[in-house]
């Protein structure tokens, strides 16, 4: 099923009901508007990352982006009000308590939502990239998470954050790199001299990079935006080459932890951190078979925000098909 697909037979939603689709990551947040029986009609995003607080995921900062967003794509596309809605939210395991109890009446009020499902990011990426099928998704950009799902239940793997984990994705990879280019400065042993040079290319002398770097925001983005560099002098650079290899075993052994272990079931990789390209997948693709033998590897079929909207054309269908786990998709409904 394509992220337009069509609900199954027997689906109570015709094809004018509305559905809203939200990813909300690292990068950024992205919204489709469209229907059930056509799908996405419109895309749009802004390059602005959810804030958390105290109270976790900012509500009131998600809505700040979704309102311009979806008001927008509404004028441009002629979609139905949405009626269902599905937000992919990174983090949503363990920073959304208060997001699940008051975005489904913040969308209804602003957009005359009916149903919402919010889900961890992980599985709007699992189903963008495999649909309803057994086996393993490792999604990864800014930050990394793996998820497993059987039909019955999810597993989940990593996820929690730069501080302390996500391990090998690219907020980790950009930290290690940072750490190389000072060990550098420092002339300490497991420096990089190639490392310090892009550094401090980027963000200009070493002294100061603390200063930048701790009072940000969105100091995960500022970490995963030195990734590239990192992957670009893995070819002459033994230091950097050795940071995509540890990465490499980190994706491998959360894709491990969360693949199930019977039958043949199909594995895939999706984020904006598997364009670093060779440096990062020669590893990589070492790793998984040697760690999951038994498991396919398959090209993800789409991307999260993909699969916000096919889940969103499915519950809009009544016909979910994937489990409900309160951390990681739960259905709720507006009143």
Do not use: N
């Not at 030195?226 to 980190?250: N, S």
Request: charged share 15%; proline share 8%.
């Amino acid at each position: 099923m394509t992220s337009g697909a069509h609900p199954g037979p027997g689906a109570s939603a015709g094809p004018g009901t509305g559905i809203l689709a939200v990813d909300s990551g690292g990068s950024g947040v992205r919204v489709a508007l469209g229907s059930a029986g056509r799908g996405a009609l419109g895309r749009r995003s802004s390059a602005v990352p959810v804030r958390t607080g105290t109270r976790g995921i900012d509500l009131v900062h998600l809505m700040e982006q979704l309102v311009p967003l979806v008001r927008a794509l509404a004028a441009e596309t002629g979609a139905p009000p949405p009626t269902t809605a599905v937000v992919g939210v990174a983090g949503l395991a363990t920073l959304g308590a208060a997001l699940r109890a008051e975005l489904p009446s913040a969308l209804a009020r602003e957009f005359g939502v009916r149903t919402t499902a919010l889900a961890a990011d992980a599985v709007t990426a699992y189903a963008g990239a495999l649909g309803v099928r057994p086996g393993a998704v490792v999604a990864a950009g800014t930050g990394l998470i793996a998820v497993g799902m059987d039909l019955t239940a999810w597993q989940r793997a990593d996820g929690w954050g730069h501080l302390l984990g996500d391990c090998g994705g690219g907020a980790w990879i950009g930290r290690a790199g940072l750490e190389a280019a000072l060990r550098a400065h420092d002339q300490r042993p497991g420096g990089s001299a190639a490392l310090l040079a892009r550094a401090e290319e980027r963000f200009g002398p070493m002294a100061a990079l603390p200063g930048q770097l701790y009072p940000r925001p969105d100091r995960p983005a500022v970490l995963a935006s030195f990734a590239p560099l990192v992957a670009e002098c893995a070819q002459d650079d033994p230091v950097a080459a050795g940071i995509l290899r540890t990465a490499a075993r980190h994706v491998a052994e959360s894709a491990a932890a969360v693949c199930p272990p019977g039958g043949e079931p199909r594995i895939a990789l999706t984020g904006g951190l598997f364009a670093l390209g060779d440096p990062l997948l020669v590893p990589l693709e070492d790793e998984l078979a040697r760690r999951l033998p038994h498991a396919l590897r398959v090209p993800a079929e789409g991307d999260p925000l993909d699969g916000a909207v096919r889940v969103a054309a499915g519950l809009a269908a009544g016909a979910l098909g994937l489990p409900r786990e309160e951390t990681l998709l739960s259905v709720l409904s507006s009143g």
